[in-house]
């Protein structure tokens, strides 16, 4: 599988609920981020957490956060980041 994004693109992380296992954290979920690095395919979480074989294997990103964008009322200093691997079909194309 082709990965979509790469390193430099501006992502935003899907909000969802879904009623199975997943492994995006929700505190990250709807937030804006810029893709820092591609770590390579990998089986998918979701799936195998259920007994499945885990393909088809998704990209996993490195997604790099400013501290300020995922906190809101964030006070300490504005080059503060977060970096959060995060799985393809978790992230979403953001229009400029």
């Given at each position: 599988?082709?990965?979509?994004?790469?390193?430099?693109?501006?992502?935003?992380?899907?909000?969802?609920?879904?009623?199975?296992?997943?492994?995006?954290?929700?505190?990250?979920?709807?937030?804006?981020?810029?893709?820092?690095?591609?770590?390579?395919?990998?089986?998918?979480?979701?799936?195998?957490?259920?007994?499945?074989d885990?393909?088809?294997?998704q990209?996993?990103?490195?997604?790099?956060?400013?501290?300020?964008?995922?906190?809101?009322?964030?006070?300490a200093?504005?080059?503060?980041?977060?970096?959060?691997?995060?799985?393809?079909?978790?992230?979403?194309?953001?229009?400029?």
């Amino acid at each position: 599988m082709e990965p979509k994004f790469k390193p430099g693109d501006t992502v935003k992380v899907r909000v969802g609920q879904p009623p199975h296992h997943f492994r995006t954290p929700t505190y990250i979920q709807g937030k804006v981020g810029r893709v820092a690095a591609i770590h390579g395919e990998f089986r998918n979480p979701e799936t195998l957490a259920h007994g499945g074989d885990g393909l088809p294997r998704q990209p996993l990103y490195l997604v790099h956060f400013a501290q300020r964008d995922v906190w809101g009322q964030y006070a300490a200093s504005a080059r503060d980041t977060l970096f959060v691997d995060i799985y393809e079909p978790w992230l979403e194309t953001v229009e400029h």
